[in-house]
């Protein structure tokens, strides 16, 4: 195992997307493991180094919301943008009200959790990397609320609040920290790139308000 680390974050508003869901867009009741690593790399990260989620604290009671929103199918094409950047006319305003479709979001309310994780070296690590070397970057990075890009809950629009826990510091209390097992079904893990994309899914189990979450790659590996 790596360098762990623990991340407290929070925000008003979350959506981590069920993938059977077509039309609307629902939410899991908790953070999945590939969002947690979303931040986290947001935060730090490098070819050099993978980041392995280890545990997802549950800190404030599960609670949805709904909304009905205005979305447009069709996204501005990337070759407008190229034609934009190499100072060409081009056009990227988005005016399709055919295109409108009004659909159903179910999100999380306030939310807030502790990330546990610890990363690992890859084979793309040079000789200038090691393993003190990220983890100063992280945790100096964190410390001061830095980040390549705004991470988010799910969905840009839910932005996330953080801080570094440092070594002696408590983890929150869990609202659920009596509850000695919810079963949280088959939930997301993490997208596989390969020469096509394939999710994989774990049995998500919250006792005391933890989820322990394993580490796929490996557990494949061993077989």
Known sequence: ???????????????????EMKAERVSYDVMTPSAARGILEAIH????????VDRIH???EISFDSVRRNEVESKVSAAQIKS??????????????AERQQRMTVMLRDVAYVIEAHFEMT????ESDNPEKHYSIFSRRARGGQSYHQPY?????????FSLLEDGD???L???????????????????????????FFRATMRQGIIDVPDLYKREARL
């Open 1 to 19: 195992m790596g360098y762990g680390i623990k991340l407290h974050v929070w925000g008003d508003r979350a959506c981590f997307t069920r993938p």
């Open 45 to 52: 990260w490098k070819p050099a180094i993978r980041w392995v």
């Open 58 to 60: 549950v800190l404030n």
């Open 84 to 97: 934009a950047m190499n100072g060409r006319d081009a056009i990227l305003n988005q005016i399709a009200p």
């Open 123 to 126: 084979s793309s690590a040079g």
């Open 153 to 161: 809950f799910g969905c840009r629009e839910f932005p996330v609040n």
């Open 170 to 172: 408590e983890i929150p």
């Open 174 to 200: 869990s609202y659920y920290r009596g509850n000695v097992g919810l079963d949280l079904q088959w939930m997301l893990w993490d997208l596989e790139y390969g020469e096509e994309i394939s999710p994989k």
